[in-house]
């Protein structure tokens, strides 16, 4: 099955993905728990957690990903640049007050 953008669900280690792109990061995740220096290992993974705004929307940023060094990074994997999803992203670091990385593959 296909969304509105052409992405392809996909299955990565036992999980379902939204996109081949999302499974190839989640693979890349996997590979960085093997890291030797702390600020590249990675210690956990959340994925799709919401965050919903004080007048009802939501944005779910894709993986949530804990290092070793103790600092945590927010992640959307995009193939394509929409305005909503920047809005929605910009919206969600102003009220996370952290940045949130784009990743297009």
């Not at 999980?15 to 702390?38: G, N």
């Not at 956990?44 to 290092?67: L, N, Q, R, Y």
């Amino acid at each position: 099955m296909t969304s509105k953008y052409h992405a392809v669900r996909t299955s990565y280690g036992g999980r379902l993905y939204d996109s081949k792109l999302e499974a190839r990061f989640a693979q890349i995740l996997d590979i960085a728990r093997c890291a030797e220096d702390p600020a590249q290992r990675v210690v956990w993974v959340a994925e799709k957690v919401k965050f919903t705004f004080p007048w009802g929307d939501s944005h779910k940023p894709d993986f949530i990903v804990g290092k070793a060094d103790g600092s945590v990074c927010f992640i959307e994997v995009k193939g394509y640049k929409t305005r909503d999803g920047e809005k929605n992203r910009r919206i969600l670091e102003y009220f996370l007050g952290h940045a949130i990385t784009v990743w297009r593959g």
